[in-house]
């Protein structure tokens, strides 16, 4: 069996404007749309609030938009532990952030050893990392 990533939660605020950013400028396409129990949030994520939960698909990526539904949560820090971003692969990097850009999309661009590291922010300021698909997913 070959492991792969399942999926990627994010919680927010603004489900509307995260998920217009994922399909509108990531190409992602919107799956099914959820209530999760107060209960089981509180139990999993230590936040005491049901949610909805909307499931955003791109291939075999899946990201999970989850919104609680009596919450204002906090903005996140920068300087703070726990997941950083996570990598989008695609046919060509450059020419997907340009079309991005084009789009009103923000991009961060790197020089490390040569090499070009793009990100993308989505409108949380979770970084997407822009990369060229070089192996296959299941």
């Not at 070959?2 to 994010?10: K, L, P, S, W």
């Not at 340009?98 to 020089?111: E, F, H, V």
């Not at 590291?117 to 822009?130: Q, R, T, Y």
Request: aromatic share 10%.
């Amino acid at each position: 069996m070959t492991n792969f990533c399942h999926h990627i939660g994010i919680f927010t605020n603004n489900p509307r404007e995260l998920a217009r950013f994922y399909t509108e400028k990531l190409g992602f396409k919107i799956g099914e749309t959820k209530e999760v129990p107060e209960d089981l949030v509180k139990k999993i994520f230590g936040i005491p609030s049901s949610c909805r939960l909307t499931k955003l698909k791109l291939g075999q990526v899946i990201i999970e938009i989850l919104s609680p539904d009596n919450l204002n949560l906090k903005k996140r820090l920068n300087d703070v532990s726990g997941y950083n971003h996570w990598g989008l692969a695609v046919q060509n990097k450059e020419d997907f952030c340009r079309m991005l850009k084009k789009q009103g999309g923000k991009i961060l661009k790197y020089k490390k050893n040569g090499h070009t590291i793009f990100f993308a922010k989505d409108p949380e300021g979770n970084l997407v990392e822009i990369y060229e698909a070089r192996r296959t997913v299941p």
